[in-house]
């Protein structure tokens, strides 16, 4: 059966996400966008407070218990406050992925646990990309070479949101059977922060190389088998892109509803621009589009909530989560934009916040998968796809 009504607990994650974007994240966004910085010391603890960096992490090692689609739901609100600043706070959620999907009961207990302690926050990475590997997963350099009763990683990696400021990081990494996961101490010796990167958008969030230099790691903090880690990572993807989906329509959410607001005050021949049907037809179209962006991430997270339930991986995920990351970035991209234009001159300007939204919006089309990569995902499926039924 379809039923578009929120759950009870639905309703209440939802709600309470859309509190903290109003109170917590939009009166700090604008500083710490022009800062380019994380504010850690600030934001995290209320948002540890609040559950939100433990928010996808089972009950029974302390976190919010949501499963993918309520987390998505309430990433969706996040964004909708700032995504920059989501970015870092829901980053837990996507490294943590990889250790609920292929981690044993005793890793889920000393890692996850870890992570859920409010009043100690912490953040943790997920260390796929490379300079020279980012949508060829298979071409990571980064290596884990046995030693004794463990391993002993080598490499960089670029572009992690929370790099060198993690508590825990998920780290893939070539071994002599192929890819493989581990789990690894942010505090353990060998591991660093490179540069901390300068971004176009989301630059409330904290983004830098992680380096990993003969770092030790016992043979328990392996995820899953030896060899198995690109499985865990595809299976990642495709649980957490909904996520990715939704915070693209908080922020198209966002825009909207400024562009929306200008064009009923804005006066000119006279009039509101609104009764203007080139406006009102643009804003038309704006909603169209986030409402179609919204229920294709709760399909995609729906049928995530399934995976996580039966623990299989299906077909009909893969398709769905890229659809919904493909059409979900594209769209915010395309809503943000129109919103700058909605708002002509002063749009362009930082008085507003759409030139943010608009600059914020760019990183969905790229990160956990390029929009040309979620094609590709689509269509190597193709092969497999006779009909479109329901
Ligand atoms: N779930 C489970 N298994 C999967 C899977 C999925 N979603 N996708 C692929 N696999 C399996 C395949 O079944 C195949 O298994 P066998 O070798 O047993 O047949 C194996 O993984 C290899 O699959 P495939 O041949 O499709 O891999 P490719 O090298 O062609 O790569 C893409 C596939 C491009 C889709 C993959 O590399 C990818 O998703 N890249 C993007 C990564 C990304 O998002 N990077 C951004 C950084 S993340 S923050």
Not at 103 to 116: P, V
Not at 204 to 221: L, Q
């Amino acid at each position: 059966m379809i039923d578009f009504e929120l759950t009870d607990e639905q309703r209440a994650a939802v709600d309470m996400a859309h509190d903290f974007a109003l109170n917590e994240l939009r009166p700090i966004a604008e500083e710490w966008d022009k800062k380019g910085e994380f504010p850690a010391d600030l934001i995290l603890p209320k948002a540890a407070q609040a559950g939100l960096t433990s928010a996808g992490i089972p009950e029974e090692y302390g976190g919010g218990g949501l499963d993918p689609l309520t987390a998505a739901m309430v990433f969706e609100e996040l964004a909708w406050g700032c995504a920059g600043l989501t970015t870092s706070i829901g980053a837990n959620n996507l490294a943590t992925a990889p250790i609920q999907i292929a981690g044993t009961e005793e890793q889920k207990q000393k890692w996850l646990t870890r992570l859920c302690d409010e009043k100690n926050p912490k953040l943790a990475g997920f260390c796929l990309t490379e300079p020279e590997a980012g949508s060829d997963v298979s071409s990571i350099k980064t290596t884990a070479k046995a030693d004794g009763d463990g391993f002993i990683l080598n490499g960089q990696k670029c572009f992690i949101t929370n790099g060198g400021i993690s508590d825990v990081y998920t780290v893939f990494a070539q071994t002599d059977n192929g890819l493989s996961g581990f789990i690894v101490d942010g505090n353990a010796e060998g591991v660093s922060m490179g540069r901390h990167e300068d971004k176009l958008g989301i630059r409330a969030s904290h983004t830098a190389e992680v380096f990993f230099e003969n770092v030790k790691i016992p043979k328990e903090d392996m995820l899953g088998e030896p060899g198995s880690a690109f499985v865990t990572v595809m299976q990642t993807l495709d649980q957490t892109r909904a996520g990715v989906a939704a915070l693209a329509v908080g922020v198209a959410r966002a825009a909207f509803e400024e562009a929306n607001a200008y064009a009923k005050e804005r006066v000119q021949f006279g009039s509101p621009i609104m009764v203007n049907q080139a406006i009102s037809f643009m804003l038309a179209d704006m909603l169209i589009n986030i409402e179609a962006g919204r229920r294709l991430y709760y399909y995609a997270g729906w049928l995530a909530n399934r995976m996580v339930e039966t623990g299989k991986a299906s077909r009909r995920l893969t398709v769905a989560s890229s659809i919904s990351k493909a059409f979900c970035g594209d769209m915010a991209m395309k809503v943000t934009t129109d919103a700058v234009q909605v708002l002509g001159g002063y749009g362009y300007m930082k008085d507003y916040p759409v030139e943010k939204y608009m600059r914020d919006a760019k990183i969905m089309q790229i990160y956990e998968g390029t929009a040309q990569i979620q094609r590709y995902v689509l269509a190597v499926s193709l092969n497999g796809i006779k009909e479109v039924k329901q």
